[in-house]
């Protein structure tokens, strides 16, 4: 490969690098998806929507996200070569979206069980299907779309820069 082939490779993979989701954009739309996954169960089990219920309902699931949110910092902390921790990247499909997905739908059926509200099989099978649908869909989405939106822009030469 010639060296502007490099050139133009190590740029395009530094701008993929550089392209993500603002933390708070990624904590909303977990927090989003979270709500939208309570409130269409609630919905469908004719539970109605009044604040208390809702609140009941979403809070063992997003106790579970703040879990996995926890965890993935830690870990991406731990790694990283810079105190604050600038491989905490929540909005990466894996290892991240795997590990929120999984620990909000296991911390929520634990806390739910606990507080006897209610684990079914049915249920616990229906949660992992949507919240991995939604918690790992947006993320392969995102990941997509910046994906392409970086590799469609042309790298910028060094001295255009200055």
């Known amino acids: 490969m010639s060296s502007p082939d490099m050139a133009t490779r190590g740029a395009r993979s530094q701008s993929q690098a550089s392209a993500h989701v603002q933390l708070p954009v990624t904590a909303l739309v977990d927090i989003v998806a ?5 409130l269409i169960g609630r919905a469908s ?3 109605g929507f009044n604040p208390l219920g809702v609140a009941q309902t979403l809070w063992p699931f997003l106790a579970g996200t703040a879990v996995g949110w926890s965890i993935v ?9 810079d105190w604050f921790g600038r491989d905490f990247r929540p909005e ?13 739908v296991t911390v929520g059926m634990i806390l739910r069980y606990l507080l006897h509200e209610g684990t079914e099989v049915s249920f616990i099978i229906v949660a992992t299907l949507f919240l991995g649908l939604v ?4 993320r392969a989405l995102a990941a997509l779309i ?10 910028r030469p060094a001295d255009a820069a200055h």
Do not use: D, E
Request: with cysteine; glycine share 4%.
């Open 34 to 38: 979270v709500s939208v996954f309570v």
């Open 45 to 47: 089990h004719h539970n």
């Open 135 to 138: 918690l790992l869909g947006w």
């Open 146 to 155: 910046l994906r392409r939106t970086a590799t469609a822009k042309p790298p």
């Open 92 to 104: 990466r499909l894996a290892p991240a979206g795997l590990a929120i997905w999984f620990c909000t």
């Open 73 to 81: 910092y830690v870990y991406s902390h731990v790694r990283s070569s």
